[in-house]
């Protein structure tokens, strides 16, 4: 179920945008923009976006947690995961990382 609402929300984007393509992030389904990722889809069955680390993720409306895929080691600067609890807000979440990629592309 939640990785189908991710494949779901990858092939309403491909269709949208010309340079958004399907790929892979750590052996695990993702987005791309212009071959750079923007979303995938972790093996904790949560969404996980690069928002940057400048995102205010602590203020969003979503319950937001960096991304951390490491055991002895931080998180990933600006990767941020969301439940499928909040699979709703996931669209609006891959838009959004999909937006300021593209600021930085």
Same mark, same amino acid.
């Not at 939640?2 to 494949?7: D, I, M, P």
């Not at 969404?47 to 205010?56: A, D, E, S, Y």
């Not at 600006?78 to 969301?82: D, Q």
């Given at each position: 179920m939640?990785? /189908?609402?991710?494949?779901e929300?990858?092939?309403?984007?491909?269709?949208?945008?010309a340079d958004v393509s399907e790929g892979?992030?750590m052996s695990s389904? $993702?987005?791309?923009? @212009?071959k750079k990722?923007? $979303?995938?889809?972790?093996? #904790?069955?949560k969404?996980?976006?690069?928002?940057? @680390?400048?995102?205010?993720f602590l203020e969003?409306?979503?319950?937001l947690t960096?991304?951390n895929?490491f055991?002895k080691k931080g998180p990933?600067t600006?990767?941020?995961? $969301?439940d499928f609890s #909040?699979? #709703?807000k996931?669209? @609006?979440?891959?838009?959004? $990382?999909? /937006?300021?990629?593209?600021?930085?592309?």
């Open positions: 939640e990785l /189908e609402k991710f494949l929300i990858r092939s309403e984007l491909c269709l949208k945008y892979k992030m389904p $993702a987005i791309h923009y @212009k990722v923007f $979303a995938f889809f972790s093996r #904790q069955n969404m996980v976006f690069k928002l940057g @680390k400048t995102f205010p969003s409306d979503v319950p960096e991304f895929p055991k990933l600006g990767w941020y995961e $969301a #909040q699979n #709703q996931w669209h @609006k979440l891959a838009e959004t $990382a999909l /937006e300021l990629l593209k600021k930085e592309v």
